[in-house]
């Protein structure tokens, strides 16, 4: 399997086709006639660019309109934070289904509120491990080189991800900007150890030579990617999308969600992720 074959399996089918369970919990009166109701989705660290993903979110938004007879939505798909915020600053979107470390970065900006939980099949990010072939312990690895697409976020990883247990400043840093191009780095000796996520653990058994691989650390087990209301959503309208949520994969729509990749949708609130607030 190659790395653009990853890509479609693990990132850009499911997640855009996420933007279907996000889109139907829209009622008919939030879209009004001649307007555009954003929809963010945001997987950072995906592997391959937007083109296709956002192909996806395009045909599953026309279905929508069908179904729901709500006009005038757009979706955009991203995996760069950094691009995601220019498109929040000039389009003003209303809701939107983020990874956790996104979330946190940018919930004082924009005013962001927990609605919901998207528990989203091979998305990763849920766990994080440090690996090698060579190290048997993360003391090894500390003073040494290590891979990871992870460190552009060096505060997540201190605070949330590591929990004390290491800082970025512990290690040689190899850069990666990929998922499989941090696999690739470990195997090859470039770097003696990686920091990465649960669905690239999972991939690695799919390399030649990646069963060599294994965790000399883990961290703990992390909340899943956040369905967000903007701050100008009104709490009418972020209650209404908040009690769809639940609806979504029941009462007939077990098939769409699994073929949609989602294994749950589910509602949520801030003091769901009030420990990691305190953290970060």
């Known amino acids: 399997m190659t790395g653009t074959d990853f890509m479609r399996r693990r990132f850009s089918p499911t997640l855009a086709?996420?933007?279907?369970?996000?889109?139907?919990?829209?009622?008919?009166?939030?879209?009004?006639?001649?307007?555009?109701?954003?929809?963010?989705?945001?997987?950072?660290?995906?592997?391959?660019?937007?083109?296709?993903?956002?192909?996806?979110?395009?045909?599953?938004?026309?279905?929508?309109?069908?179904?729901?007879?709500?006009k005038g939505l757009r979706g955009v798909f991203y995996t760069s934070r950094s691009r995601a915020v220019k498109w929040i600053d000039a389009e003003h979107p209303g809701f939107g289904i983020v990874s956790l470390a996104a979330f946190l970065h940018l919930r004082d900006r924009y005013g962001l509120s927990v609605i919901g939980k998207a528990v989203v099949a091979q998305a990763g990010g849920r766990q994080y491990f440090i690996v090698?072939?060579?190290?048997?312990?993360?003391?090894?690895?500390?003073?040494?080189?290590?891979?990871?697409?992870?460190?552009?976020?060096?505060?997540?990883?201190?605070?949330?991800?590591?929990?004390?247990?290491?800082?970025?400043?512990?290690f040689t840093q190899v850069p990666s900007r990929r998922p499989v191009q941090t696999l690739k780095k470990v195997l090859s000796g470039e770097a003696k150890c990686a920091l990465i996520d649960d669905a690239q653990l999972a991939y690695a058994k799919r390399l030649d030579g990646g069963g060599a691989l294994a965790p000399v650390w883990k961290s703990k087990k992390l909340p899943p990617m956040?369905?967000?209301?903007?701050?100008?959503?009104?709490?009418?309208a972020r209650a209404r999308f908040k009690r769809g949520l639940s609806k979504i994969c029941a009462g007939g729509g077990e098939a769409t969600c699994k073929e949609a990749g989602i294994s749950s949708l589910s509602p949520a609130n801030d003091a769901d992720y009030a420990g990691l607030f305190r953290s970060y």
């Open 132 to 170: 090698s072939s060579a190290a048997r312990s993360l003391a090894e690895c500390k003073g040494s080189t290590l891979a990871s697409d992870h460190l552009d976020d060096v505060r997540f990883v201190e605070k949330i991800v590591s929990s004390g247990d290491f800082k970025v400043s512990d």
């Open 226 to 236: 956040v369905v967000v209301a903007f701050a100008p959503v009104d709490s009418k």
């Open 17 to 70: 086709r996420c933007a279907l369970s996000a889109l139907l919990l829209l009622s008919p009166t939030a879209a009004t006639a001649g307007a555009q109701t954003g929809i963010l989705i945001l997987k950072e660290h995906a592997v391959g660019g937007t083109a296709q993903a956002q192909t996806f979110v395009d045909r599953l938004m026309a279905r929508v309109e069908k179904i729901a007879n709500i």
